[in-house]
């Protein structure tokens, strides 16, 4: 089967203000991020900054029960998550599941900036969460 992921779609920093971080990576970028968007399934409001060909994406949990609000409480602010663009995400999700990852959500669901994402549990990646997108068009 040919692998068909595609680049680093984008990488995921955990916030605590997003209103602040937006900020300081407008500091470190030169440039204003270009979205934000709430994702109310998953409780997180996000900020896309575009950096050359790929993105950085800003999520801030919007509740107690968030993943994004849990991880910060665990693990303190930073990366979350490293999101790679796939052609074709639910061959991918049989790939990846026949190598013996762990799929976190076989059924891709709708993230933000109008992808389908599906995520690879840390545990079968080298503690890295992994983000499978592709474009929901």
């Given amino acids: 089967m040919i ?6 779609e984008h990488i995921g920093i955990a916030v605590k203000d997003l209103e602040k971080s937006n900020e300081l990576f407008k500091g470190i970028f030169g440039k204003s991020h270009y979205k934000v968007e709430e994702v109310e399934s998953e409780g997180v409001k996000t900020s896309f900054f575009e950096v050359g060909p790929n993105k950085i994406e800003l999520l801030e949990g919007t509740n107690e029960n ?18 790679f663009a796939v052609e074709d995400i639910l061959s991918e999700v049989k790939r990846l599941k026949n190598e013996g990852f762990i799929v976190l959500n076989e059924t891709p669901k709708k993230g933000a900036d109008n992808k389908l994402v599906v995520f690879l549990h840390p545990k079968s990646t080298n503690g890295v969460l992994i983000e499978l997108c592709q474009d929901a068009n």
């Fill in 66 to 83: 968030s993943p994004i609000t849990k991880f910060i409480e665990k693990k303190g602010e930073g990366i979350h998550h490293i999101a």
């Fill in 3 to 8: 692998v068909k992921m595609e680049k680093i």
